[in-house]
């Protein structure tokens, strides 16, 4: 039997535009909708991926993401413009000791590591600077802003390159304080009003619980206790936003089983807007292709029942 042995299949925006609007008799065969009606469908197919969303749609979209905690410090902006959070962290330790207004470090490995990296130095004060790469010559390290105190040999080094981004959501349970050997112990996440009701909030100790409120751009997490050592820092699994398809040539940040779900729910949300009637048959795919693909979107878990 000969098959392709390829399994990247998937779509352009503008590949779906043509097909939904097929599916409702806007677009016969061998035409091209004109640039007002790409921009509509365009601004409906974004608007339709997003609201799905809300729905919990998208194990493709869980994100594992690291959280650096700062001295005295219990409010973190977590998104693109936030605090020190990304998908991508690394960590080595000092090979030498450094002293105030170095603009070099010596670092054990600098494995990862490339201009314009964020990096942040843990210093004997107890606290972490952070500044950016200026070039990473071997182990040894310019940075772009001079230390602002002593750091003795083996202080903690962590450096990224991107900041992760808002999550919609984290995922519960999957919360975890790591210490500086690596090892990691659960942490609750818990409501708003559970928060509000701690009564000291800056009383200090290793992290238990977090509290966080999604926001817009950068989402805002509150820690308890205040982090007493940054050493450690918080690890999580997160659900991010799906990608904008800001181009006709831009492929759908969706996986191949959900295709014909969002090509016939795009027909029915796209048919008002142009005046047209959606036949029984696509109405009904709809219903049921994104019913069978939310099936596959579903965590393979065990349930109990007490």
């Known amino acids: 039997m000969s098959v392709s042995d390829s399994y990247d299949y998937t779509r352009t925006q503008i590949q779906l535009i043509h097909s ?43 994100q594992e993401c690291t959280l650096y905690l700062q001295n005295d410090t219990i409010q973190y902006a977590i998104g693109p413009s ?14 030498a ?28 004060s107890g606290t972490i600077d952070w500044t950016t790469i200026d070039t990473p010559a071997a182990v040894l390290i310019t940075i772009d802003d ?6 003795a040999i083996d202080n903690h080094v962590y450096f990224y390159t991107d900041k992760a981004q808002r999550p919609l ?36 100790g290793p992290v238990n619980s977090v509290y966080y409120d999604a926001q817009l751009t950068n989402g805002q997490l509150y ?27 831009h492929h759908i940040e969706v996986p191949p089983e959900f295709l014909l779900a969002l090509e016939y729910n795009l027909a029915i949300h796209i048919a008002p807007k142009f005046g047209a009637e959606v036949s029984k048959l696509v109405i009904a795919l709809a219903i049921e292709s994104l019913m069978d693909a939310k099936g596959l979107s579903r965590e393979g878990a065990s349930t109990y029942i007490r």
């Open 20 to 62: 939904a609007m097929r599916d409702i008799g806007e677009l016969a065969k061998g035409e091209t909708p004109d640039a007002d009606d790409y921009a509509v469908v365009s601004e409906a197919l974004n608007l339709l991926i997003k609201s799905w969303q809300n729905q919990g749609i998208g194990l493709w979209l869980n």
């Open 82 to 95: 936030g605090d020190h959070w990304t998908a991508d962290p690394h960590k080595t330790e000092l090979a």
């Open 97 to 124: 000791a450094g002293a105030a207004a170095d603009l070099t470090i010596t670092v054990d490995s600098y494995t990862g590591m490339a201009d314009g990296d964020y990096i942040g130095i843990e210093l004997d």
């Open 146 to 151: 001079a230390l602002a105190s002593a750091a």
């Open 169 to 204: 959501e984290i995922i519960k349970d999957t919360i975890r304080k790591v210490d500086e050997n690596g090892h990691e112990t659960p942490v609750a996440l818990i409501s708003r009003s559970q928060y509000m009701a701690i009564n000291d909030k800056t009383s200090e």
């Open 223 to 249: 820690v308890w206790p205040e982090p007493s050592s940054v050493k450690e820092y918080l690890r999580m699994t997160i659900r991010r936003p799906i990608s904008d398809v800001d181009s006709l040539t």
